[in-house]
């Protein structure tokens, strides 16, 4: 069994560490066939993980955080490699709900010893997420977290907390299997395959990558009382049992905004749009867990 490592350098808070020659000692331990690719620009993991899966690698183990699961996992779509997950984020939403091991030798003995299970994969207007995708205020602050030069949960909080002081909901409709819900407002509207952002913020705990359904999460303002119970929610995995939020589940979403919205995939800001199609494929793709 191959596997290809496609190591993303510049992912999470720890760069000092020498990750390819670690990842060399681990795997090699763990006495695995494997070679080591480092991305180079945006988007290049999607191309690497495409050129892996076309010459047999049967693993092809994003090395990174969400961003780069995210790029891999598209590379993937539609070859029969499987996606493994080396979690090196700030937030490793996709790993935490699949319950990897979250260190770097657990993890890399755990790609070279796999069992192997399919998983559901979404898109809003044609951009795939495999963890979450969301409209509003979360949208918002990943395109500004993306500015911010540094990264980490504090770097994130502030910027939440900044903008939140600053932040309006738009004026949406929304449509879910046929079903209207008109004259509704998006503070945050997240599509959610898994069950949380990352860092353990729980924000669709009911959540199952298998179901072929997305967990759709409303929350239509965010006056200061409610946004402290949303945090607790998120921390604790019991906002889908409050009366924060309205939950709701689909295969398809309709959404269409009275102005323009920040969208993001996978906690990646994407850009602005009025009009949104959520859909979701199951078990497009095959996971190394």
């Known amino acids: 069994m191959r596997i290809c490592?496609?190591?993303n350098p510049t992912s999470g808070t720890n760069?000092?560490?020498d990750v390819p020659a670690l990842l060399t000692r681990y795997a090699t331990a763990a006495g695995a066939d494997f070679e080591i690719q480092l991305t180079q620009r945006a988007g290049h993991a999607t191309e690497l993980a495409r050129e892996a899966a076309v010459v047999g690698c049967r693993v092809v183990v994003a090395v990174g955080g969400d961003g780069t699961v995210n790029e891999v996992a598209r590379g993937l779509l539609g070859t029969e490699a499987a996606l493994g997950i080396v979690p090196r984020g700030s937030g490793n939403g996709l790993a935490r709900h699949l319950r990897l091991p979250l260190d770097l030798p657990g993890a890399v003995r755990r790609v070279c010893q796999p069992t192997f299970q399919r998983m559901d994969a979404g898109r809003i207007n044609g951009h795939w997420f495999f963890c979450t995708a969301?409209?509003?205020?979360?949208?918002?602050v990943s395109k500004l977290f993306a500015q911010a030069g540094t990264r980490g949960l504090s770097t994130y909080v502030k910027v939440a907390l900044r903008e939140y002081r600053r932040y309006r909901p738009t004026p949406v409709q929304m449509e879910l299997e046929n079903q209207v819900l008109v004259d509704t407002h998006c503070y945050v509207l997240a599509f959610a395959n898994a069950a949380q952002y990352g860092n353990n913020a729980y924000i669709a705990p009911q959540a199952n990558i298998q179901d072929g359904l997305l967990d759709v999460c409303l929350i239509d303002a965010l006056p200061m009382l409610r946004a402290v119970r949303?945090?607790?929610?998120?921390?604790?995995g019991t906002l889908a049992t409050s009366s924060s939020?309205?939950?709701?589940?689909s295969r398809r979403i309709r959404v269409h905004a009275a102005q323009p919205l920040g969208f993001h995939v996978d906690g990646d800001y994407v850009t602005?749009?009025?009009d949104f199609e959520v859909e979701l494929t199951p078990l497009a793709l095959e996971v190394a867990v």
């Open 272 to 274: 602005d749009a009025t």
């Open 134 to 140: 969301g409209l509003g205020f979360d949208a918002h």
């Open 5 to 7: 490592f496609i190591l």
């Open 245 to 249: 939020a309205a939950y709701h589940t």
């Open 15 to 17: 760069r000092t560490q």
């Open 230 to 236: 949303v945090g607790v929610g998120l921390a604790l």
